[in-house]
């Protein structure tokens, strides 16, 4: 059996692999900009076992849409993402929109999974 829930979970958990790629992405195109490694991978990681950890609680998907919204909105209004999104470094433009395409998807799966009517419902196989 699989938990409608854990499918919103594992939506969730694809939308932060994406914004993983897109940061490797722009990491790749700008290293300098990042020094070692970026860190905002680690906070993605983090929520994403959160996320894998509460798969089957109502409440699961929140740790991928808190760190989707926070990136996000601290992006706009940091003012990096614009700049990063007029950048001349096209592998730096390309991975903001990838990381971006990724953090909404995850935000809004996210939010549908934890506010879906069936969400409680195990559906068979």
Known sequence: ???FRSRWGTAVLVGLGIAVV???IQFAGEPAK???FPPGIVFIAVAGLIVWLTRRWRVGPLAGVLVGAWITFGGVRGGQLAANLASSNALTVAGNVVMEVGLLGAVVTGVIGMVAPGAGRVREP
């Open 1 to 3: 059996m699989t938990s």
């Open 22 to 24: 897109g940061l490797l």
């Open 34 to 36: 990042f020094g070692v």
